[in-house]
């Protein structure tokens, strides 16, 4: 019975989530923070937020951050279009009875672009740069085997040549272990519910000596200072903000073998509603590793989507009493702006 209230209430949520009409395209700044972190949940077309159980879960879901165990590290690079450049950089502890702490940074640059004006539109000669970035503080702890929590505060900041913006913000994170659809009657292997919100915080306001123009307030008046100090105000923009709510379910496990499909339900401010969906198929070779093929679909029913099919391969070592060195490449398809590429590599010790 408690399935189906489950499901009727999954239902009702669904519909209300993407019955919204209004959806305030490019109301937000930082949207940075919207490129997904992490080659494992690239592959798996982003339907990460039940899934996360590594480093990356920074960004998905911080709770996913309580399944570590020891120390971890991990490091991503992924070339984004148009010559953007993605960096994340992540380091974790768990202390036993207390809970794990994290502490990571995302940082995207865009590269050197000319200086152009009216008068030079073809470039002054000079070149100016842009990047973004986000320094996150995480704390996740598992209350009770089938349920965990994490949170995370992090400081956003932006930066186009003169000119920046910061912001701080807040993310929050839930992950419910259930016995649903177990095939070995083990909660562990059941259905996994997990929720986050992310990026709940201040607003950005541009502000730097690029704003900062002389102006002749009475341009047609002789006798008049005509380079009176004058500087643009901006506007403040809202940050991206995104819930999620996803499951995930293991059809097949084994010593040998798990499979691992996962569908995530995503609401943002600014954008249409949308759904992921995605797979992982992990070999297990016994007191070595594993090899993890991965596929999905992000951005279902979204209005004009430019992604598409993901895919992904995964190799895990272990070595020296339980250590483990773990290496991800994800492919996305981004529609005309290209396909995407993107590496990770994590220690656990």
Do not use: C
Not at 159 to 186: C, K, M, P, Q, R
Not at 235 to 244: A, G, H, K, T
């Amino acid at each position: 019975m408690k399935l189906y209230k489950f499901i009727i209430i999954l239902t009702f949520l669904s519909h209300a989530a993407f019955s919204d009409d209004i959806h305030r395209y490019g109301t937000t700044a930082a949207n940075f923070l919207e490129i997904g972190i992490g080659s494992a949940s690239g592959g798996m077309g982003e339907a990460y937020v039940a899934v996360a159980n590594d480093l990356s879960a920074v960004y998905w879901n911080p709770a996913g951050l309580s399944s570590l165990k020891g120390v971890g590290i991990q490091f991503m690079i992924q070339p984004w279009v148009v010559n953007i450049n993605t960096i994340f950089a992540a380091g974790a502890v768990n202390v036993p009875r207390i809970g794990t702490f994290a502490l990571s940074l995302t940082q995207i640059g865009y590269g050197q672009m000319d200086v152009t004006t009216l008068a030079y539109q073809e470039g002054t000669g000079e070149q100016y740069t842009a990047n973004e970035l986000a320094l996150t503080f995480s704390f996740s702890r598992r209350l009770v085997p089938w349920f965990s929590f994490g949170t995370n505060a992090k400081l956003v900041q932006s930066n186009i040549w003169h000119a920046s913006a910061n912001a701080v913000a807040l993310d929050l994170g839930v992950l419910v272990n259930t016995h649903f659809f177990s095939v070995t009657g083990e909660k562990a292997d059941g259905m996994v519910i997990g929720m986050s919100i992310s990026n709940y915080g201040t607003r950005m306001k541009y502000d730097g000596i690029d704003l900062y123009q002389p102006i002749d307030i009475s341009e047609y008046e002789e006798g008049n200072y005509g380079d009176v100090a004058g500087q643009f105000r901006t506007q403040e923009w809202e940050l991206p903000l995104l819930f999620r709510i996803g499951v995930a379910v293991k059809p097949i496990v084994s010593n040998f073998a798990t499979l691992t499909l996962a569908a995530d339900a995503l609401h943002p401010n600014n954008n249409t509603e949308s759904i992921n969906i995605g797979f992982a198929f992990k070999f297990k070779f016994p007191g070595n590793g594993a090899i993890v093929f991965r596929g999905g679909q992000k951005a279902l029913y979204m209005d004009e989507p430019q992604f598409g099919l993901t895919g992904g391969l995964g190799l895990e070592w272990n070595f020296l009493n339980n250590r483990k060195i773990v290496v991800d490449y994800a492919y996305k398809t981004v529609g005309i702006l290209g396909n995407v590429h993107a590496t990770t590599i994590g220690l656990n010790f």
